[in-house]
């Protein structure tokens, strides 16, 4: 069974500063993808960035970045820059290609203080 | 681009009653959607896959006569929340898979209380 795991449940910056949050996942596949959502307290979930397993190149998307370790089954997120508006959960998540669902992490509760 | 809608946002009944939610992909064809239920402070929990123009799969626990969805064009699947209970209250949200990205798209969500 595919699993992820966030190990952080809840984490705090200062404005501007830089901030990562840690996703690991659990799969025998080879071929999938990976996503960091946001949810914001209006709760709509929001797509911040995917990866592709098959690239090397780590996605990037303006303050927003990944560390893609495939072999260490290692997905965290980097967030530049952080602004008061970053503040949001964050789910980890992740699907093999072919199938459909999302099997998303616990979440991590990221807060910006000004 | 990939914008999903959902429609109530918000809803409140009597327990007994039905309630249904609309889940539209405005911008993009959807053959597959996903209706999930998040509690407080929760991970989201995929209830069931709508697929267009087929029946539902619904996940483990979850009861299809209970939670009826229908997904009649490749833009809008609903969910119908039959005979709804006090412990049917939650926030429902709904996705719809962008094929090319293999990526779903959220609704913002609906918020049933059941009195």
């Known amino acids: 069974a595919q699993t992820v795991t966030q190990s952080q449940p809840e984490m705090s910056v200062q404005e501007a500063e830089t901030v990562t949050l840690s996703c690991t996942y659990d799969t025998s596949e080879s071929n999938y993808y990976l996503f960091w959502y946001k949810q914001p307290p209006s709760r709509q979930m929001i797509l911040v960035i995917r990866q592709e397993a098959y690239k090397q190149q780590n996605a990037t998307e303006n303050r927003f970045s990944v560390n893609f370790q495939k072999a260490a089954k290692s997905f965290s997120l980097k967030i530049s820059d952080s602004q008061l508006g970053d503040t949001a959960m964050y789910f980890c998540a992740f699907s093999i290609q072919g199938a459909q669902k999302l099997v998303f992490g616990q979440g991590t509760r990221l807060t910006i203080n000004p | 681009g990939a914008v999903v809608s959902q429609h109530p946002s918000w809803v409140i009944c009597k327990s007994g009653t039905s309630v249904k939610i609309e889940c539209r992909s405005l911008?993009?064809?959807?053959?597959?959607m996903f209706w999930y239920r998040q509690f407080p402070k929760q991970s989201l929990m995929l209830m069931a896959t709508s697929n267009e123009g087929s029946k539902a799969t619904y996940e483990q626990g979850v009861e299809k006569d209970k939670f009826l969805i229908n997904h009649a064009s490749l833009t809008l699947s609903t969910l119908t929340v039959t005979s709804a209970h006090p412990e049917d209250s939650s926030f429902y949200i709904c996705?719809?898979?962008?094929?090319?990205?293999?990526?779903?798209?959220f609704g913002p969500g609906t918020r049933l209380t059941v009195l």
């Open positions: 911008d993009f064809q959807a053959t597959t």
């Open positions: 996705s719809a898979r962008l094929a090319a990205q293999n990526t779903q798209y």
